[in-house]
């Protein structure tokens, strides 16, 4: 029994350290001007819509091989700060796990949340797609009430 815990304790210390790193979204990094995001999205080929200065829709093309209802890339201020691929239920869960393996992600207890090795993306999946935040969030210090009077 031993020998066996040893193993996978192994093979998942293996699996993390071989991870690949986090690059952003289709080349994309997180902090991305909107201008960027727009061109890099451009060149790719895929198809743009704005809703409203905060988010911007794109669609008509394919991601690791699924249909594609749309992306949206959530921006704070002029930084991009999420994506949502908006695709159905089954070709989210078969992407998320597809990009755990690739990126040996992390849970966290309690939550909906996975995080990639790198900590650079926070992972989740909701009924219409999948959610990549920015993985800042998990090291930028807490504010308190005090520091924010």
Known sequence: MKKIIVFLV?????????????QGFLGIPFGSSKAYALTTMNKKGWDFRISDSRNYHFYGKQYAGKDVDEIVFSFQGDMLQSVIVVVNHDDALEIFNAMSRKYGFIYFEGTRYYASSDKKAVFTLIDSGLVIIDGRILTEPKSTMESDI
Not at 10 to 22: D, G, I, K, N, R
């Open 10 to 22: 192994f093979v998942l210390m293996a699996c993390v350290c071989f991870a690949e790193e986090f």
